[in-house]
């Protein structure tokens, strides 16, 4: 319902309350009329009466029902094309779909003259949707499509409120492929759309229209174009040539073309193609022999080349003697182009440069240093030729070959080493070798010539071979002295025994032992022997193993003189009285008493054996004396064979005491004055060194030797 057909219920209603208003009340009966009810004045006037309502039916009392007007008929009471509808006590009419009520409201009573009338839906547009196109019908409408349009979920005609059909713009879709055909252009895909084809590349037309037009049922119409694929035949042949051809004939296919070997294109193009038109279109080729000609020249270079030159000849270049090959290539080959191939090859000339410089050279060069010259090397002044190759050759790799000369310096005559002998040599070595009795203890035997020119010696030092001990001796009977033989700083040990031996006393031994260690090579050794004594001295070189003996006599020493007091005596037999020294040499030694007169001029040699033997009075060997001996002069006995004979009375005597010691030829003695007999007018002193003494005594001396002695002792 409308805002119109709302407004004209609520005007009706009004009207009535305002009727009903303007009724009054009469009590009684119109208080008992029902509510649907009304009170009306009796027709009569007779009173009030309930009667029922305007569309209520009833007793106006106890019941007022609504009363259905429209039952009727909607045609009868609301005319035709209308809906009658009944409402409480009252009803009312509207149009029927597709129709208007004729006072334009919504809804009305029949008697106020309206009628309902046919709409024309059409008017509305779009009604039928985009491409729809609207027809009105009696109360209705129906929509169908337009041109260019189809129906979709639906037939035509359609309602478009009903159905769910509607019109949609046509679409062919990608225009249909055509055989050997391309789309050049669409102009769309609704209707009427036109697609133009034309032929694939490779094809021509031979019939048909070459449009298609999109119709309204949304398929494409036409485009009966056929296209027929290009054929341009077998392609044409070339002279001296083949083609390389994959047979197609089809357009854009290329015949290429290759003349013969040896032969080659002096025309333009060697490919020919297919066209759309159907032909090939040939090249202006023209294959003709090939020939390279002469090959390059090449400085420095020179070639092998058989004259001939066709494709396929090749030259070899080398480099010119006394050139070397820089690199490059070194091979031309006469293409299919007629044309040799550029070779690289570079040629340098070999230069040698200066020759080598050796050491203690010189050479002979003429300045030359291409290959094949030659430089001679000789050794300089103060040097020889040693061995080696002395000639260098400039190589034809640019390099002089190594000469390997040697050049020794000259050392000159062998060197001298004492005591040796050269074993061998050469003119930069010496082999140096000890002479027979001579050895080395050390020091290299070689001598070798310096670079300098100088020999460097060998170091060898001969040494006379010794035996560990030599040139041994006995100095003064005291000190033995020998050299030794080791290496100089050898310590050496030696070990030095002697026995001293004598003759004349069995029972005598000297055996006594020294050690001595010590690096020098001369020695001392000094013992303490014993007079007129064999000995034998034995030295051992204990770490050379070695000893050798020497024998050594000792001399006979001068006895000490025996320890008198000199007296005078009265008497023609005084006793005289000595104390022996306890170091006599006892076996061979003897005291001799002389008796001397005292007359003139006495001489006596104390150190002669035979001096003043007529004087000798006794002579007693000292191991018969003991300590100390008493002797009486003149006592008439024999002493060791010699007579004691009695002092003459008044003469004066000199009584002298000699101590001797006598070993075979050998004979020491020593003398005392021992006493004077009787008166005596001078006494006699001797002194070994002749200083004489004076003492107031006059002393006559008569020197023979210096090995006797004596003393003379005031009392
Ligand atoms: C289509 O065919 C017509 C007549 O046959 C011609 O004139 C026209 O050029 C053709 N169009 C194309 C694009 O080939
Ligand atoms: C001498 O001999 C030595 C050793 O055999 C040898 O090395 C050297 O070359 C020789 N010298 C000469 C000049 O012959
Ligand atoms: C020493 O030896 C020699 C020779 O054998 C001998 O004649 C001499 O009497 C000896 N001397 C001593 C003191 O033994
Ligand atoms: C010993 O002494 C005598 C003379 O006294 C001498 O002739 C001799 O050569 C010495 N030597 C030996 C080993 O006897």
């Known amino acids: 319902m409308d805002q119109r057909n709302r407004t004209m219920i609520m005007v009706f209603l ?124 009696e109360g209705s409408f129906e929509c169908s499509c337009q041109l260019g349009y189809q129906v979709h979920n639906g037939v035509e005609p359609f309602h478009p409120h009903r159905d769910r059909a509607f019109c949609k713009v046509v679409d062919c879709g990608r225009p249909a492929s055509v055989e ?76 290429l073309y290759q003349c013969n070997s040896g032969y080659h294109n002096v025309g333009m193009g060697n490919v020919s193609t297919c066209t759309a038109a159907g032909r090939w279109e040939t090249p202006s080729m023209l294959c003709e022999e090939t020939l390279c000609g002469r090959p390059t020249i090449i400085e420095n270079t020179e070639q092998v080349w058989n004259n001939n030159s066709s494709p396929g000849s090749t030259v070899l270049y080398f480099c010119k003697e ?3 090959n820089k690199g490059g290539h070194n091979v031309s080959i006469c293409n299919e182009n007629g044309q040799w191939t550029s070779p690289t090859l570079s040629c340098q000339e070999i230069l040698c440069g200066d020759p080598p410089i050796l050491p203690h050279t010189g050479h002979v060069w003429n300045g030359s240093s291409t290959p094949g010259n030659t430089v001679t090397y000789y050794c300089k002044i103060g040097f020889y030729y040693s061995e080696g190759e002395n000639i260098s050759l400039c190589t034809s790799n640019g390099y002089w070959t190594k000469p390997n000369i040697s050049c020794k310096a000259k050392c000159g005559p062998v060197p001298f080493l004492a005591n040796s002998e050269v074993v061998w040599h050469n003119r930069s070595v010496v082999i140096h070798r000890c002479v027979d009795g001579y050895h080395s203890w050390r020091g290299g035997n070689v001598s070798v010539c310096g670079s300098s020119g100088l020999w460097q010696k060998a170091t060898l030092s001969c040494i006379e071979i010794k035996p560990a001990i030599n040139h041994l001796f006995v100095l003064n009977e005291k ?151 008493d002797f009486t002069v003149g006592d008439g006995l024999y002493y060791g064979g010699f007579f004691n004979e009695p002092l003459e009375n008044g003469r004066n005597y000199y009584i002298i005491l000699r101590a001797v010691s006598q070993w075979k030829m050998a004979l020491k003695s020593s003398c005392v004055l021992w006493a004077k007999v009787r008166g005596t007018s001078y006494i006699l002193r001797v002194s070994s060194l002749s200083a004489f003494a004076s003492v107031g005594l006059v002393a006559l001396v008569i020197l023979i030797g210096y090995s006797f002695t004596w003393f003379f002792k005031k009392t």
């Open 322 to 324: 006394g050139f070397s």
């Open 479 to 629: 000190c033995v002295y020998w050299k030794a033989e080791k290496y100089e700083e050898d310590t050496e040990v030696y070990k030095v025994t002697y026995t001293g031996s004598r003759d004349y006393q069995r029972s005598f031994h000297d055996n006594r032992k020294r050690f001595l260690s010590s690096k020098a090579d001369r020695l001392e050794l000094c013992l303490n022997l014993l007079p007129a004594t064999n000995y034998s001295i034995s030295i051992t070189a204990v770490s050379a193993r070695f000893t050798t003996t020497i024998t050594t006599n000792t001399s006979l020493t001068v006895p000490p003189a025996p320890v008198v007091y000199y007296r005078e005596f009265e008497t023609p037999v005084p006793t005289l009285r000595l104390h022996r020294t306890p170091d006599t040499l006892d076996p061979i030694s003897l005291y001799q008493v002389f008796v001397l007169p005292v007359e003139g001029i006495i001489m006596f040699d104390c150190s002669s054996a035979a001096s003043s033997l007529e004087h000798i009075t006794a002579q007693i060997a000292v191991r018969h004396v003991g300590t100390q001996m």
């Open 180 to 255: 050997d055909a391309v789309l050049l252009s669409v102009t769309g895909t609704t209707y009427a759309s036109v697609a133009i084809f034309g032929c694939d590349e490779g094809f021509v037309r031979r019939s048909g229209d070459n449009s298609s037009v999109c119709g309204a049922d949304g398929q494409w119409r036409g485009a009966t174009i056929v296209c027929e694929a290009v054929d341009c035949g077998f392609p044409p042949a070339f002279n001296h040539s083949h083609m390389l051809w994959n047979k197609s004939s089809r357009m854009g296919t290329e015949v």
């Open 14 to 137: 009004l009207c009535v309350i305002v009727d009903m208003l303007a009724e009054g009340h009469t009590l009684d009966v119109c208080a008992t009329c029902h509510a649907n009810a009304i009170c009306d004045d009796k027709l009569d006037g007779s009173g009030k009466v309930c009667n029922c309502k305007y569309g209520f039916v009833g007793n106006g009392r106890t019941y007022c029902q609504d009363k259905d007007e429209c039952a009727i008929g909607a045609s009868r009471i609301c005319g035709h094309h209308t809906i009658c509808h009944n409402t409480f006590g009252s009803y009312y009419c509207t149009c029927l779909a597709g129709y208007s009520p004729s006072n334009n409201m919504e809804v009305f009573i029949p008697n106020d003259g309206t009628h309902c009338q046919d709409i024309d839906e059409c008017g509305i547009t779009g009604l039928c949707g985009d491409g729809g196109r609207c027809r009105n019908l």
